[in-house]
Structure formats: structure tokens, C-alpha cells
């Protein structure tokens, strides 16, 4: 049986969803819009697992690269006119801006409520 | 951006071109498998990936990667189908590689060991000089050469 693995790179178009199956499991459908020359590309991302709980972290117009397994489809518009998607079942998923760091607490000063000995004499 | 790598067979047999500008390039489509639909991808390659990709056969299992650019086309049946044109920066041919050709025949050694010497009793001599003599055997009619300095 063929197969097509892709790595796309775009942008989230809107918040991914996170959604529980049937059977308790969960998994996070999203969409990605790639740039091409032509046009953009879009791809429907559907994750599992570990990869759903950080798919489902992601935002909005968050800019990602996503790897998996791939369906190439196509469909006709409102308009009538031949579209082309890919369809994903997402295995790695690599944000490309950093997660903010966690600003860290100031440290607690020592007391310093010893006496200390006089020593201007 | 879009990159593939795919895994499939090639449909027909690949067409090597040449550009405007006096350039090779080859064309071909790979047929991937999908267990709900067939899938056919346009390939496009350059420079020495043209040459590799046109010594391919219909038929042969290929797996290509490079970067990809999707499009849609409607079929005969009046159905929209999408299409993956890739230009291919990878090429691994899955066919196993040919068994090993037979070793040449060992050249003629220019300096052959000496024949083994007769064990005849009876010869006669050819010639007979100072630094070379040849004698011939009787017997089995070996020539046996003696030279010295």
C-alpha cells in the first residue's frame, strides 16, 4: 500500500478543538493554512494522544509545522469551482514560536534579624 | 510550505525533456496505493535526479520526497481529484539492486610461471649459444628455453 508522509508549515486558522471520541480517548481536530505560491493549501489536522494535548495547546493564528500521514482530497466550492485540501493524521507537531518562559517569583530575602554585635567601639 | 515524502509506483514511463533553455528535466506520475482511493502525484526533476528518474520502468516502486504544490483537476467522470505536483530533491529506487556481474576472466599473467620441466629422457637441441639454448623433448615434443648471463 502506497503512502504519503508530508511536513506542512502554515498557520492555525482558528483555536484547535479538543474533543473526546466515543470510547473516552481524546483527540484535537484543527485547520492549517499553508502559503503557496498559487494559493493557500489547506489541511485538516486531526491528532491523537500526546500530540492532541499539544495540538489542543496551540492558538489561533499560531504558526506550526505539522508532520503525519496525509489524504489528498478535493471538493467542489459554493461556487462550483474544484478545490484541493489535504487531510492529516497529525504524529509530530513543532510550534514555531517559543512558549513564553514562566516569570519566576522574586526570592525571598533572608532575614536577617540576628543581632549583630557591635563592632564601632 | 508543503514537503512529501511518498512511497508509490510509477504509471507510465517517464518522459525526459528538455527546457527552453537547453536544460534536462523528466516528468513522470507515481501511482500511490491508498486502500479508499487511488492518488497519483506529478513528478518533476532536475539536473542528475532527471537522469536517475528517467532510466526508471512503468511499474517500478519508487519512493520520492521534495517539496509539493497541490492542484485539482476534474476527472472524466466529471469528479474533482486532487493531484500532488512534486519537484524532487529525493529518489530511492525500491527495486532490489542487480546481482553482481560475473567476474572478468583473469587476464593472461605476462610473466607465466615456467612450464614444468619434462621428465623424458630423450632431447635434442634446437639451439645452443652462449647466454640462451632451447631444447626439445623427444618424447612429448615440449620446448623448454634456457637463458643465463
Avoid at chain 1, 500526546?50 to 489524504?71: D, F, H, I, K, P
Avoid at chain 1, 497529525?90 to 519566576?104: E, F, G, N, S, Y
Avoid at chain 2, 587476464?107 to 614444468?116: G, I, M, S, T, V
Wanted: glycine share 6%.
Amino acid at each position: 500500500m502506497g503512502l504519503i508522509r508530508a511536513l506542512v508549515t502554515g498557520v492555525l486558522h482558528e483555536a484547535p478543538v479538543a474533543r473526546v471520541s466515543k470510547n473516552g480517548k481524546n483527540f484535537t481536530t484543527a485547520k492549517l493554512r499553508a502559503d503557496a505560491a498559487d494559493g493557500a493549501v489547506w489541511c485538516s489536522l486531526i491528532a491523537f494522544g500526546a500530540q492532541a494535548e499539544a495540538l489542543a495547546e496551540q492558538r489561533a493564528n499560531a504558526a506550526l509545522s505539522v508532520a503525519g500521514r496525509v489524504t489528498p482530497n478535493a471538493w467542489l466550492d459554493k461556487a462550483g469551482e474544484p478545490k484541493a485540501g489535504l487531510s492529516m493524521v497529525v504524529d509530530q507537531v513543532a510550534a514555531l514560536r517559543t512558549r513564553p518562559k514562566p516569570k519566576l517569583a522574586p526570592a525571598a530575602s533572608p532575614g536577617f534579624d540576628d543581632d549583630l554585635p557591635d563592632l564601632c567601639h | 510550505m508543503i514537503r512529501v515524502l511518498v512511497t508509490g509506483t510509477l504509471h507510465e514511463p517517464p518522459v525526459a525533456r528538455v527546457s527552453k533553455n537547453g536544460k534536462n528535466f523528466t516528468t513522470a506520475k507515481l501511482r500511490v496505493d491508498g486502500a479508499e482511493d487511488n492518488v497519483s502525484c506529478s513528478l518533476i526533476a532536475f539536473e542528475t535526479l532527471a537522469d536517475a528518474l528517467a532510466k526508471q520502468r512503468p511499474y517500478a516502486a519508487l519512493q520520492v520526497g521534495g517539496r509539493a504544490t497541490l492542484s485539482v483537476r476534474i476527472n472524466e467522470a466529471g469528479e474533482p481529484q486532487a493531484n500532488l505536483v512534486i519537484k524532487l530533491d529525493r529518489l530511492t529506487d525500491l527495486r532490489p539492486p542487480e546481482s553482481k556481474p560475473a567476474p572478468a576472466p583473469a587476464k593472461a599473467d605476462p610473466h607465466p610461471a615456467p612450464l614444468p620441466a619434462c621428465t623424458h629422457p630423450r632431447w635434442e637441441t634446437l639451439r645452443s649459444g652462449p647466454y640462451r639454448s632451447v631444447w626439445r623433448c623427444l618424447t612429448c615434443g615440449k620446448v623448454e628455453e634456457g637463458t643465463w648471463d
